[in-house]
């Protein structure tokens, strides 16, 4: 310390260097502390809570084995099994391109309108046996019934030498539904009384009615029904029939139509 002409201790430089100095250490650790709190702020926020429930994603997986893939012909698409999700058809092919596996996801909406899309995450997967599955993902949209995938997905004598299991090929995809616009539901057949005028048996069950034609009933499996039953009591009289159900009793009524 050095003292003033009115005899007042002043501090040297070197103490006010090391006041600023511990100064600025503390406004370093307060703004850590401070840094710290707002990123537990931001990990807190992001735990759900528990009264509320999470958003159900669209995703499912198609999964299918193609045989005898060494005998796949050139240019010609192999199909696997048709799967409804979401009210759409979906399903996948494999091709033999020119040295390569062309590999594709193919969609069709149950009810489209004349305009719709479904906007897509797709994973494709050819399955090692090793254990060393080739995996490529594409983000894409559908606007039409077509297949959407890789015309090269992987190189053909690969495929064979290290993924074929006794000339079998296993497959698997995930598809992630982003958005969907313009897909309606499949139609339902209706037995209401709007059917009144173009049936001919008349089905009460439980106070319910249901107007049905003949044709319309070949087309349905009545468990536990006998047809020549069922005939019987749709041209003469009416009659209850009792049909025990998995554990409980419903009770039906036949009528012929006569309007």
């Known amino acids: 310390m050095a003292n003033n002409e009115k005899g007042d201790t002043v501090p040297e430089k070197s103490e006010k260097i090391e006041v600023l100095e511990e100064l600025n250490s503390h406004k370093r650790k307060f703004d850590e502390i401070a840094e710290k709190l707002q990123s537990m702020e931001k990990s ?16 499912f997986v198609l999964r299918h084995v193609f045989r005898k893939v060494d005998e796949f012909e050139e240019g ?69 019934n077509i297949g959407r995938g890789f015309i090269d997905f992987q190189e053909w004598e690969e495929m064979k030498k290290w993924y ?7 497959v698997a995809a995930t598809i992630t539904i982003i958005k969907t616009t313009g897909l309606g539901k499949a139609k339902i057949r209706k037995f209401d009384e709007s059917q009144k005028d173009v049936s001919d048996v008349l089905l009460v069950v439980q106070d319910t009615k ?50």
Not at 50 to 58: A, G, I, L, T, V
Not at 164 to 170: C, Y
Request: proline letters at 4%.
């Open 44 to 59: 807190i926020a992001k735990i759900p809570k528990f009264d509320e429930k999470p958003k159900s994603e669209k995703r």
């Open 76 to 144: 010609v698409g192999y199909f696997s099994e048709t799967e409804c999700h979401f009210n759409v058809n979906w399903c996948m092919y494999v091709k033999r391109n020119n040295g390569h596996l062309g590999y594709y996801i193919h969609c069709e909406p149950i009810a489209p309108t004349d305009k719709w899309s479904i906007r897509t995450k797709l994973e494709y997967k050819v399955v090692g046996k090793n254990q060393n599955d080739v995996i490529r993902t594409w983000e894409t949209c559908y606007e039409e």
């Open 164 to 170: 074929l299991l006794d000339g079998n090929l296993t």
């Open 210 to 259: 249901f107007y049905v034609s003949k044709t319309s009933i070949s087309d349905v499996s009545l468990s536990g029904i006998d047809s020549d039953v069922f005939w019987k009591c749709s041209t003469e009289n009416p009659l209850s029939m009792i049909q025990q159900s998995k554990g409980f009793c419903t009770s039906a009524i036949c009528m012929p139509h006569r309007w």
